[in-house]
């Protein structure tokens, strides 16, 4: 344990662990990636896929041993009973820190399947991580804005066609897809402006699990409802590498999606996207108490 060295020291030696523990792991990534797409063969892929996925998982082992090394993180976590590997799972949770991602890769690491994002199509052209997205099977989406579809009615309906073929390979292969309701880190700033009416919490958005949602539903029938509570405060990512976050709380909620609200079409049925934000601000207001009561206990604790 390298936990009794300056705090300073700390963050240097994890910033230097990170970047060698992510040089070396992507560019295994890539060299699978550029295997992947010289060998057009579906099973082949798929195999290519899988090591890209362990290598990926080994990255996350790799955090998670430098945080055992410089950390005295007390962990709180609670929720993971019965969780599985071959399941399939939206995975929603609060956002207030660069931290929040290694938190929920720690958490999380082979207890579900690895964690992804649904990408708008147009990221796959990113330099260097387009290509370690489309190696790990990231879902690619295309999605049409209002103005496109009044320009050309036969689009309508063609974004959630083209995202539940993209969608297609994660019908034998059990995939966590992950989002961050709120869209962006929770600040003090973004409450002002938005007058969130959650105190410790940013108002949530809708219309990407509504998407995944219409696109995966028959697959996907979980939500993990994860809230991340820091006692001691929000810390940036400098704090975290620096051991200066102290306690950590996990706690994971597993709840069933309603059959009507998988296989809709979010983007262009008024009728369900009106029922289904109401359904989310309902999940959001109880995460908002859930949240406000754990930083209440710890309060009196401190």
């Known amino acids: 344990m390298l936990n009794f060295l300056p705090a300073p020291i700390i963050g240097g030696l994890v910033s230097i662990a990170i970047f060698f523990n992510t040089l070396f792991l992507c560019l295994l990534i890539y060299l699978v990636a550029i295997v992947k797409l010289l060998v057009p063969i579906q099973s082949w892929r798929a195999q290519c896929t899988k090591a890209a996925i362990w290598l990926a ?9 430098w ?11 609670s929720g993971l009973e019965g969780l599985r590997t071959d399941d399939w799972y939206l ?3 609060n956002h207030q820190s660069w931290a929040d991602i290694f938190v929920l890769q720690h958490v999380f690491n082979k207890r579900i399947p690895f964690l992804k994002f649904f990408l708008k199509q147009e990221l796959i052209w ?9 190696a790990l099977d990231f879902p690619f989406m295309k999605r049409y804005s209002k103005q496109q579809i009044a320009r050309n009615p036969a689009l309508r309906g ?7 073929k993209a969608a297609e390979k994660f019908k034998t292969t059990p995939v966590s897809v992950m989002n961050f ?8 700033a973004k409450h002002r402006k938005q007058e969130s009416p959650y105190q410790h919490l940013l108002k949530p958005k809708a219309g990407g699990i509504g998407f995944v949602l219409g696109a995966m539903g028959d697959q996907i029938t979980t939500m993990l409802d994860v809230t991340i509570v ?11 590498y620096k051991g200066q976050v102290h306690e950590i709380e996990v706690i994971v909620q597993k709840r069933p999606i309603p059959a009507e609200y998988r296989n809709q079409d979010y983007q262009n049925d008024p009728e369900f996207r009106e029922a289904f934000q109401a359904w989310v601000r ?20 401190g």
């Open 91 to 93: 995975v929603v949770c």
């Open 67 to 77: 945080m055992w090394l410089t950390q005295r993180t007390q962990w709180r976590v």
């Open 158 to 164: 063609k974004d959630l066609e083209t995202t539940r």
């Open 282 to 301: 309902e999940l959001w207001s109880q995460k908002a108490d859930l949240l406000d009561e754990r930083l209440t206990v710890s309060e009196k604790v």
């Open 126 to 134: 990113v330099p260097v991580i387009g290509l370690a997205w489309w």
């Open 230 to 240: 820091y006692p001691q405060g929000i810390p940036d990512a400098w704090d975290f």
């Open 57 to 65: 998982e080994t990255w996350i082992r790799g955090n998670s041993a």
């Open 181 to 188: 309701l709120e869209g962006t880190r929770f600040t003090p």
